[in-house]
């Protein structure tokens, strides 16, 4: 007898371990289900503003460009290069391999050995259909410093009352800094493309979101909730560069309804000199307004169901023949809150941005961004940097830059959050000691208000949080950003 109930007890324990690896499966494949759908809905979301989108339609507007497409293998040889580069996992193999080299060889002979296109002479800025590899590492690190050395000089000699104040000399150097960064983005080599690409962490990113995408087309993921489904569509887009384009004369516009509402100075950490003058402020509102009425609402106009509501930059370059300013598109992006909005703010700002102000509204820096002392330190590193003329190296750094990011404070310096606590919204198998590590390190991201960054919010599906900080802290820990839904 005693037999017989240990072999009914051992029976109703395997019995219910059965029934909960069942229900750990069912849920597994649930939030699976949910998280793929979730990335699908983001794709409905940008998939208008991919350039291979709008470039047709605004093409006279914009720079030239071709376009190079990648297929759904290379992009997984662009994410296992990644991954084997800068993360503890191996997967480059051998067909990667002649998959990255075919690319190539693809940008040596259509783009840059060719005689009949504009890179040849001008060099190209390099991207793919979602964004850029701006966060990317270039092959020559001297250039890079020489180029924020040569600005950071410049500035000093014009402005050398400024320098002397701590907030104005830290505000010189982030200045240097991201114009060193905006010029490093100009490649002529189909080396210094690829190796923007292969190291950038945004890159590596949309490219998992794309093929999480492709794989409920290719029917491997069940679309449960029958959300539309867009054909896969991504290249390597390559542009005319453009030397007199100025990047402090880049302008975030926000158009709602077919309507210009508000018009932001895109780099808002910078307090740029030449935009503390009113008249020149006015000036480039007006012709942005009338480029846009002009030039741009007409050939977006006739697509309302895609083009009614959206963020526009453009650039402005001075024509000094005629002392006005020419304007160019740059890119465009979603009329969401996933798209940064600069100095405005999508709730503070949200009757503004929805044009139920009074006029357009422009917005430029007038003031030192908040503890720009602080921040330096951060911006240099993330901009790559560090004031000294290295000379590059055939061993490449084995981190990319946004992983250090976790060792500084970031935006509101002073705000010293609580530390591990107050993770509202973050599914509870998110509290994982591995996350909550990862937040302890991170929570002087944003203001006490708002600790992760201004418009940061959680993923509905996955707690992990949205923009460029979730982007960094996935990044500050590959191995788990794509495993934690399995492991939790």
Wanted: with cysteine; aromatic share 12%; hydrophobic share 35%.
């Amino acid at each position: 007898m005693g037999q017989k109930e240990s072999s009914i007890h051992d029976d109703s324990i395997k019995s219910e371990s059965e029934s909960d690896l069942k229900t750990d499966s069912n849920n597994k494949i649930e939030i699976q289900g949910e998280w793929y759908g979730e990335q699908l809905l983001k794709r409905c979301k940008t998939v208008y503003f991919d350039v291979e989108a709008w470039y047709k339609i605004i093409q006279s507007e914009t720079f030239y460009t071709e376009f190079i497409p990648i297929s759904p293998s290379i992009a997984q040889a662009f994410i296992n290069f990644f991954k084997t580069r800068y993360t503890s996992e191996k997967l480059l193999n051998s067909n990667d391999t002649q998959l990255i080299a075919s690319i190539q060889n693809q940008l040596k002979e259509q783009i840059f050995n060719s005689k009949t296109n504009k890179f040849h002479s001008n060099g190209a800025f390099i991207r793919l259909s979602a964004r850029s590899p701006k966060d990317g590492r270039r092959i020559d690190s001297q250039k890079i410093n020489q180029f924020y050395e040569q600005k950071l000089n410049e500035l000093q000699l014009k402005y050398p009352n400024e320098y002397k104040s701590i907030k104005g000399k830290a505000n010189m150097q982030i200045i240097a800094s991201w114009y060193a960064q905006f010029y490093s983005l100009k490649v002529t080599s189909e080396i210094e493309a690829l190796n923007l690409i292969l190291s950038s962490a945004r890159v590596y990113h949309d490219l998992i979101q794309a093929l999480d995408c492709q794989k409920v087309m290719d029917n491997k993921i069940a679309n449960i909730n029958n959300i539309e489904l867009h054909n896969w569509n991504n290249n390597i887009i390559v542009r005319e560069w453009n030397n007199s384009l100025d990047p402090s004369m880049e302008f975030r516009c926000f158009v709602y309804q077919s309507n210009l509402t508000a018009i932001s100075q895109y780099n808002y950490y910078c307090k740029y000199y030449h935009l503390q003058n009113d008249a020149i402020i006015q000036k480039i509102k007006i012709t942005i307004i009338k480029y846009w009425q002009e030039k741009i609402q007409p050939l977006l106009d006739p697509w309302p169901e895609k083009y009614s509501n959206y963020v526009i930059d453009i650039g402005l370059i001075e024509n000094k023949s005629t002392n006005k300013y020419d304007c160019i598109v740059i890119e465009m992006n979603p009329f969401e809150t996933t798209t940064h909005p600069c100095l405005f703010d999508w709730t503070k700002d949200n009757n503004q941005l929805r044009g139920q102000g009074n006029e357009i509204e422009i917005r430029v820096q007038l003031d030192y961004y908040p503890y720009v002392e602080d921040y330096v330190e951060f911006i240099l590193d993330i901009n790559q940097c560090d004031g000294k003329n290295n000379s590059s190296s055939d061993h490449p750094a084995k981190e990319p830059p946004s992983r250090n990011v976790l060792m500084y404070h970031f935006f509101n310096i002073n705000a010293y959050v609580a530390i591990g606590g107050n993770l509202d919204g973050v599914r509870d198998w998110t509290r994982s000691l591995q996350y909550v590590n990862l937040v302890r390190q991170s929570r002087v991201w944003g203001s006490p208000s708002s600790p992760w960054d201004a418009n940061a919010t959680f993923d509905s599906i996955t707690g992990w949080p949205t923009r460029d900080f979730g982007m960094v802290l996935s990044t500050a820990a590959v191995d788990m950003g794509e495993t934690y839904l399995l492991n939790a």
